[in-house]
């Protein structure tokens, strides 16, 4: 506790609460869709793979709009770039109560693309919580900053009540003084010390043109222009990345050739694409695989999403003792482990919770061991790197539900989701185990050096004598 309050008095501890109610009720918002997806299609007709669709647009929305905005955070305060998620993430939550009438599903997708502006704070409030500490604490910053996945547990416990009493619609409402209270902290307290570089206008224009084409590509895929059926749907996270990669500066395109980028961003598409999609999805999970009531599949979904949030710095700071490098590599294997179990036994109720508990656990931790590298490994580039790794991130979080869809659909059983995921998690794990060595070089030099003399001459290693050499 001494050393923790240490660490919190190292920097400035009300820019990092601000911050973390930021991430907080921007992820409220960010999953909205997700524990009111029973009560929606009880007023809209949708099948198995539209619904999957429906809650994974904001995923997907926030996962491509965290490249923009961790490049216009890369060029203006990022208090200015927090205050303006706040108000664009609360425009859903104004309009559908307003409506006279049941939106159209058309309408729904279109402001699911501006809740995930609420997931986008990802690339925001990460950098700009850890600004103002030092580097030997990043771990457990950048963990308590972004433990605002607990947002997610606000949403099974309030929103399912709110629509049971007075309908879907003025349930989302509810997210309204959240978001009020996270600016207003935001404008008090936050405070950002990171580098700046390049045009503002530049990199708000490419905000803003992002947010118009995802909509265009939204409604395009659902029209069918992309191809029928779910060939769009698939490819519609292609595309938006390419857009997204398309307005990025040249300057800031190179980490995109960097073969730690890619796998960081692999890395993160499993452990927080796990985390927000399946938080997105367990829900229809629940009720359609357990027949398990809407309230009480609500109330799980928010105890999941609360383990998985609350082991997020607990992963940070493990990854702080032994590196992300070694945290990661038994993380990933974890996650597979679970998936294959859930894909071969389908387990009743009691195995499935077990199951969907340890792969939460998993993803939290995974998360903080993930971010706690990169400041090691991108010195000077958090913010672009929080947008680009977090995209990935959030693309994983689009293809779970989306893929969890398509196998109930065609198949009648989630067997072969689980098993893709879990196949998904395998393949990182070796590409981990493979960079081992090369990473434990810039994530801990010392480790890194144990490591090479206990390869050299096993017998001397832990002797004062190969110590002191």
């Not at 570089?197 to 265009?216: C, D, E, K, N």
Request: hydrophobic share 55%; aromatic share 10%; glycine share 14%.
């Amino acid at each position: 506790m001494k050393n923790l309050k240490h660490a919190l008095g190292s920097g400035n501890w009300r820019s990092l609460v601000a911050c973390f109610l930021y991430f907080d009720t921007g992820f409220t918002v960010w999953v909205l869709y997700g524990p009111l997806a029973p009560f929606i299609g009880k007023s809209i007709a949708m099948t198995a793979a539209q619904q999957g669709f429906l809650v994974a647009v904001p995923v997907l929305s926030a996962a491509i709009l965290r490249v923009a905005l961790g490049n216009l955070y890369q060029s203006t305060n990022g208090r200015r770039v927090a205050l303006m998620g706040v108000a664009i993430s609360a425009l859903p939550a104004i309009v559908l109560p307003l409506l006279p009438t049941t939106p159209s599903y058309t309408l729904l997708l279109v402001l699911g693309v501006f809740l995930g502006v609420g997931g986008g704070s990802f690339a925001v409030a990460l950098p700009m919580a850890g600004s103002s500490y030092p580097p030997k604490v990043q771990g457990l910053v950048l963990g308590l900053a972004a433990a605002g996945n607990i947002g997610a547990v606000l949403d099974g416990f309030l929103f399912p009540h709110v629509a049971d009493a007075f309908g879907w619609q003025y349930a989302t409402a509810a997210a309204l003084p959240l978001l009020a209270i996270a600016g207003i902290a935001l404008f008090a307290w936050g405070e950002d010390r990171g580098e700046k570089a390049g045009s503002t206008g530049r990199a708000l224009a490419g905000f803003g043109t992002m947010l118009a084409g995802l909509i265009a590509l939204v409604l395009a895929v659902n029209a069918g222009v992309f191809g029928s059926g779910k060939a769009g749907v698939l490819l519609l996270p292609v595309l938006g990345a390419a857009g997204a990669i398309a307005l990025l500066p040249a300057r800031y395109r190179g980490v995109l050739t960097e073969r730690d980028t890619w796998v960081m961003m692999l890395v993160y598409s499993i452990t927080f694409g796990g985390f927000v999609g399946m938080s997105s999805y367990v829900t229809l999970l629940l009720t359609t695989l357990y027949q398990m009531p809407k309230l009480e599949a609500g109330l799980f979904m928010s105890l999941l999403a609360f383990l998985g949030a609350i082991v997020r710095p607990m992963g940070g700071y493990l990854a702080d003792r032994i590196t992300g490098v070694r945290a990661l590599t038994g993380l990933l294997a974890a996650i597979s482990l679970a998936d294959f179990a859930f894909a071969a036994w389908m387990p009743p109720l009691a195995g499935g919770i077990a199951v969907l508990v340890c792969l939460y656990l998993a993803f939290g931790l995974g998360n903080g061991a993930t971010f706690q590298l990169v400041p090691h490994r991108w010195k000077g580039k958090t913010g672009l790197l929080s947008g680009v790794i977090g995209a990935a991130g959030g693309i994983g979080g689009f293809y779970l539900p989306v893929v969890m869809g398509i196998a109930k659909e065609s198949t009648g059983s989630y067997q072969m989701g689980f098993a893709t995921f879990g196949a998904i998690a395998a393949c990182a794990c070796v590409a981990i185990l493979a960079l081992r060595t090369q990473w434990l070089v810039w994530a801990n030099p010392v480790a890194a050096a144990s490591e090479l003399v206990h390869a050299a001459n096993p017998a001397r290693v832990g002797q004062p004598a190969a110590a002191g050499k």
